[in-house]
């Protein structure tokens, strides 16, 4: 099973940050949080991962608590392009499957 | 630099047959990981392929195989298919299983049985 927790959906308006949680309230020392999102009609798309510092790339940014039992996956600036589901999940440092939950439906609107 | 690819993207089978799906990892990949997605879920993990053998698998029945060639590239089979069977196949490729390094989906093969 997912050892995440993500609300099913959420809305936000276009040119706003996108604020996407994620709780973790299991997870281990050696555990990763891993971010995908799946735009309609293709794969997954890796977005970024992080093991207790915060991360931050050209897609988005990742603010992962101290006691790392919850995250948030930011997106600086939504656009109508990021209308999509977001999967967060922890991933053992060997690198075992990923476990992917039902994510959280993002609805970017002009 | 090409992705991952799957063939065909879409196939349309009857209940009872066989079916063979295809992927291409991305280049400089050597691992090769398929998931099946059903309508409005998310993604399940069925096997691994490393070095040409299976690494891991998820709790799919034994009808679903796979193989790995010497090119890295990945064969998924599905034998006695159900009606169940209908979802989208997904194939992901990335660096040898002990990296952190993301995975790399490509678009899926999507599956009816009729």
């Known amino acids: 099973d997912a050892k995440t927790t993500q609300p099913p959906s959420m809305d936000c308006a276009e040119g706003r940050a996108a604020n996407l949680p994620c709780n973790h309230s299991?997870?281990?020392?050696?555990?990763?949080v891993y971010w995908y999102r799946q735009i309609h009609s293709q794969g997954p798309q890796y977005i970024i991962h992080?093991?207790?510092n915060n991360e931050t790339n050209e897609m988005a940014s990742l603010i992962i608590t101290e006691d790392r039992k919850s995250s948030t996956l930011i997106l600086p600036h939504a656009t109508l392009r990021d209308t999509a589901v977001y999967y967060c999940?922890?991933?053992?440092?060997?690198?075992?499957?990923?476990?992917f939950g039902k994510g959280t439906t993002l609805s970017v609107s002009s | 630099d090409a992705g991952v690819t799957q063939s065909p993207t879409h196939l349309i089978k009857t209940r009872g047959q066989q079916v063979t799906l295809r992927c291409s990892p991305k280049?400089?990949?050597?691992?090769v990981s398929w998931y099946q997605q059903a309508l409005g879920q998310g993604p399940q993990f069925i096997f691994q392929?490393?070095?040409?053998?299976?690494?891991q698998r998820g709790n799919f029945p034994d009808r679903f195989s796979g193989h790995q060639f010497p090119n890295y590239s990945s064969e998924l089979n599905v034998n006695a298919l159900l009606l169940g069977d209908s979802a989208l196949y997904l194939c992901?490729?990335?660096?040898?299983?002990?990296?952190?390094?993301?995975?790399?989906f490509g678009n899926g093969t999507r599956l009816t049985v009729t």
């Open positions: 992901a490729s990335s660096l040898e299983p002990g990296q952190l390094s993301p995975l790399h």
């Open positions: 299991t997870i281990s020392g050696n555990e990763y």
């Open positions: 992080g093991l207790k």
């Open positions: 999940i922890v991933r053992y440092q060997a690198g075992t499957a990923l476990i």
């Open positions: 280049s400089g990949h050597d691992t």
């Open positions: 392929y490393y070095e040409e053998e299976e690494r």
